[in-house]
């Protein structure tokens, strides 16, 4: 690749982006080098091993270094899914830096001696007012999106809140695990029943949420082994205590989840 | 000219030539578009119901601006090529800003979920509980895992920056084909600002699904073959690397575009052999795509023929139906969605017959002057046909069961229809009185085809955000269904379940569980019913599933509707009668879930 300074730097830049990817813990940064790595410079290096000693214009350039880096990575899954290790960072890497290298070192064969013409890219004049112009639609652009992933107050939507119940497998005796999951505009304040077996007298818990908190507490259960015992678990809001909020139910015997 | 006006000439060439360049401008019009965009998204997700005008004004702020540059005569190719990118880019943005938080249009958490098991499992072809098709063409999901496992990010995001990629790769292709054919790129441009009325274009074409890539890659192989053909006997082998390596990569990721991209290579074989051609006749890569793509069907995704049977054998015999008033026809305008139907206000209609008006009128001309030139490519011919192909789809919109399958159809013809008009544009535009006028008039012709053709493919109520995300107190909480997802994938991860179009979907992803939906296992009627017939629930039990996401909302079986929070008084929000929420504990059935208007109830859970 003596001579071929893009295919060069697209070999050293592959490299650089693969131990980004692999090494790497903060997905920002990862996603700076995975980019290129996965589109830009295996696209950009097949479009080279096609076209050899053919100087491609910038449109089609971008057009076919897109098209076969997002058909590679089409094709990629398919055949790292037959290879021992499957889809994983490293595999991908490597499939990536093998093509890259594979396809670079074709198109300086199929290049040849560079002939010293310099590449017919000529960078854009650039005057201060449309860098300012650029830079403010840069900022416009940003802030956009930044409101756009910012969450609102929507004081039209009615909030909730969710009760549930399954066996708990922590517990050291049998006990049922009840979970509240408040998603409502406020705090609220709450009154919880559970009533194991059709006479058994109610455990009360009472309870205050903040919205987006969750509480989970342990319901023991204290019945002999083998019978089978409805159990219910009702909760009321505070505003209405005599109107059921919302319920979950189970029996305690064969009352583990099913497997499906 | 007098001294005076030479001098008043003069100074406005200085203050023009001082001033930002018009690509800066526009790129800054389009910023600004963007942000007008993201208020009109922000109030509707308030749960307000915001002016669809400001929306629009932003839409055609970044539309308008790019149309009149591009279509000027004295733009270099590089800065047509710049604003083409723009202006993909940016009407995609548009569709990022609406959905900022999750997946929700309805194809969306399919493919997430074929994305995520791809990472969980370390390979593809994992199933889909849903939409089993797609596991068989995995082309996405192996791309979005690539980008997944080498940054890190979710599914969300990686598919994204995915789709984004790919809508980039559809208006540069379209680019560099219509350049290619017409040897004018201010066409050319002309030509894809036009494309972008297609009614797929704005939202169902960027969705994350297999379509949204697969058919850049076709319109980009394309492109290879229209390159190929005026690269001369060197480059034809050149051309032919990224053709089969892109016709390899349609094929393994959707369906329909391999059979279509078949459809076209055969037809351009039969155009070369038609004008007698002098170029290679392409056969060889209409018969190798086909034994690709029919290879592909037969080894890898053998149940594509009985998910598309039904599509088109519905299709046919609706279309029957309606021609020959055995049924009704479906009305303009209107999105069924179970019981309710969304009917879309008079001037929004008004604006997509005339878009439509428009565009017959520019087919009409654009023929015209085809024929005026004597054009004898084939590419041309093609594109020819494909335009008056897509008037033909605008039937199948009366028939109920056959308007979608005209309405994708009209994705790949609308490429040839741009193409067509895109001349008209041109000769109307040509030098001579009136210029201003005629660009006035065209400009406005532009803005009535794209915002007609966005309100034509997306429901009028579903083009704003709605709520999934707010917040409450300063902290944020989510949606009915997405809390489900999410309590369902901590809590349940492993099990089955069956529940209402919308919800399965979030449980697919993100809550990353299997769920069953539809008519699959009569789901749809056990769950909208009042009472139960004895066989229904032993069947979901004797199908593997454990559990039944019951919910009032009727929303529930629209997978496009159904994923928000719950606004009282809108009529989308509307409530199914107790009973079907009842009957479950009737049977008696544990309830293990319970969000007030979702219960999920335990089937194997009895006393």
New interface residues.
Partial sequence: MRGHRDLKWVCVAAVVAALVACLVPWEIVRLLAALPLAVFLPGYAIAAAAFGSQRLDPQRLAMLTLLCGLSLLCLGGIVLNYLPGGLRTVTWALLLLLVVFATARAAALRRGKPDGRRSGWKRPRLRGVDVACVVLAAAVAVGTLVFAYTPLPASKAVGYTALWMLPSKDAADPALKVGLISAEQGRRHYRLEARIGENGKPTRYHLALDPDEERVIEVPLNRPAGKKARVVVSLYDSERPHELYRRVTTWTAGSQPGEG | MSSRDSRASGRRQGLLA????P???I??G???G??LC??T??LS????DPTQLVYWAGVLLIVVPIAARISMEDVS??ER?ALVALFGLSLY?IK??RD??LFTFPDEPIHAYNANQ??I?????NGNPILPVTSGY??????T???M?????SSFTAGV?LIG??R??LV??L??LF?RVSGSHRLAGLAVVIYAGSSNFLYWGVQYSYES?SL??LV??L??FA?REAGGP??LR??A??IV??T??VV??HHLTSYALVIVLVLLAVIYRLVRSPNPNPWPFAVFTAVLASGWMLIAADNTVDYLDPVFSGAITSIWNTVFGESEARGLFESASTDLVYTTPFVARLVTLGAVGFLFLGFLAGIREVWARRENKPFVWLFCLGAAGFFGTLALRFAPEAWETGNRAAMYLFIGLAFVVAYAALRLIREGPRLLLRRAALLASVAVVVIGGAIAGWPWDSQLAQ?T?????G??????PI??AR?IGE??PR??FAAADADARMILAPGGARAKTGEALAIKTILEESSLLNWELPSL?GN????LVADRRKVSTDPGRGSF?????SPKHALRPLATMHKFGEV?L????????IV?F??????
Avoid: C
């Fill in positions: 001082a001033g930002p360049a690509l800066a401008l790129v800054l389009a910023a600004v963007l942000l993201a208020y998204n922000a997700r308030e749960g307000g190719l590089r090529f943005a990022v800003i900022p938080f791809a990472m499992h370390h390979g593809l072809f995995p082309g996405l999901a192996s791309a895992s690539a980008l496992s080498l940054s890190g990010l920056i990629l790919a980039l790769l540069l292709s680019f560099v350049t890539l850049p890659l980009a192989v492109a290879a390159e060197k480059l050149s051309w690397v990224p390596l892109g390899m990569a393994v990721t709520p995300r707010i917040t409450a107190d902290v944020e909480i989510e949606s009915e809390t489900l309590w809590q349940l099990r089955k039990r593997g599933l454990g559990y929070f719950y606004v009282p008084g008696p544990g309830r293990t879930y319970d969000s007030g208007n999920v335990d089937l194997r859970d009895r006393p």
